[in-house]
């Protein structure tokens, strides 16, 4: 299952990261590791982006970088 899949009020393992090394950077820059649990707080009113809480943080990310996302629900 994939992040942008899962709806608001939801928490979620991240167990991987299906993404081009650039991106993965960048969303492992944002503390959206393997093993880290996420919830989703709020997506847009027309869809794009969602907002997720990890360690305490919360980003907003276009659904298409939270596609990559793969998480245990």
Same mark, same amino acid.
């Given at each position: 299952?994939?992040?942008?899949? %899962?709806? $608001?009020?939801?928490? &979620?393992? %991240?167990?991987?990261? +299906?993404?081009?090394? /650039?991106?993965?950077?960048? !969303?492992? #820059?944002?503390? !959206?590791?393997?093993? =880290? +649990? $996420?919830? =989703?707080? #709020? /997506? &847009?009113?027309?869809?794009?982006?969602?907002? /997720? +809480? &990890?360690?305490?943080?919360?980003?907003? !990310?276009?659904? +298409?970088? &939270?596609? =990559?996302? !793969? /998480?245990? #629900?």
């Amino acid at each position: 299952m994939h992040l942008g899949t %899962i709806p $608001v009020g939801r928490t &979620a393992t %991240i167990r991987s990261l +299906e993404a081009s090394s /650039v991106i993965s950077q960048r !969303l492992m #820059a944002f503390g !959206l590791l393997p093993g =880290v +649990e $996420v919830r =989703v707080i #709020a /997506v &847009a009113p027309l869809g794009d982006p969602i907002t /997720v +809480e &990890a360690n305490g943080s919360r980003i907003s !990310l276009r659904r +298409e970088d &939270a596609s =990559v996302i !793969l /998480v245990n #629900a």
